[in-house]
């Protein structure tokens, strides 16, 4: 009797041995709800941008985002992708200068992953000034300029005619006019005054 417990118990801890090797495969009774549980595989998720990572466009010109799109894969079937539905928030605004992140979100079976794209809305073109200038005007020696008018416009911020900077030569011949818009562009123009006299001299005769 004791020889066959020893026996029992020796053919036990073998048959435990071997199912903890994975040797042999327990069966579970028919109609059993207690199935063997095994270890879920481990899931990789990854986002990928179409494009670049960081983008400047100049203002006024049109953005249009590349998207991105999103796969999973168990950890050891790398070559294995699923697609997944990507989600994107994308502020860019064209009209307004300014950096802005567009985001990219993704979650499959409780894994989530984002990635960010940063978009640069930026102005890099100098203003433009207009001089008023009649082709008959002129302007009497030794006298002061009379100024004719001049506009200054910016395609961001419009009208800066009042920023206009205008600096008078010392000897008066040359007047320089120059402005900067809100991004540090500037632009400069010169005018050439012409001296001039038109007036023909009076004679005076005197006596008969």
């Not at 008018?149 to 419009?158: L, V």
């Not at 010392?170 to 900067?180: F, H, K, L, P, Q």
Request: aromatic share 8%; charged share 20%.
């Amino acid at each position: 009797m004791r020889k066959s417990l020893v026996i029992w118990i020796l053919v036990a801890v073998v048959v435990v041995a071997l199912l903890a090797a994975g040797l042999i495969i327990w069966n579970s009774p028919k109609g059993s709800t207690n199935p063997p549980i095994q270890s879920p595989k481990e899931i990789v998720l990854n986002i990928t941008m179409v494009g670049e990572e960081n983008i400047t466009i100049e203002f006024g010109d049109s953005y249009t985002d590349a998207g991105a799109s999103a796969a999973w894969h168990y950890v050891d079937e790398p070559n294995v992708q699923h697609s997944v539905e990507i989600k994107c928030n994308n502020p860019v605004d064209i009209t307004k200068l300014g950096s802005y992140t567009i985001t990219y979100s993704a979650e499959y079976n409780g894994v989530q992953q984002k990635a960010t794209r940063t978009v640069s809305v930026v102005d890099t073109t100098a203003p433009a000034i207009e001089l008023v200038s009649n082709p008959d005007s002129y302007t009497l020696p030794n006298q002061a300029y009379q100024e004719e008018g001049f506009k200054a416009t910016d395609n961001y911020d419009g009208d800066i005619t009042n920023q206009v900077q205008r600096i008078v030569s010392e000897d008066g011949m040359a007047i320089t006019y120059r402005v900067s818009d809100s991004s540090g562009n500037t632009a400069e123009v010169i005018r050439e005054v012409v001296f001039d006299d038109r007036t023909a001299p009076t004679l005076t005769l005197k006596g008969e």
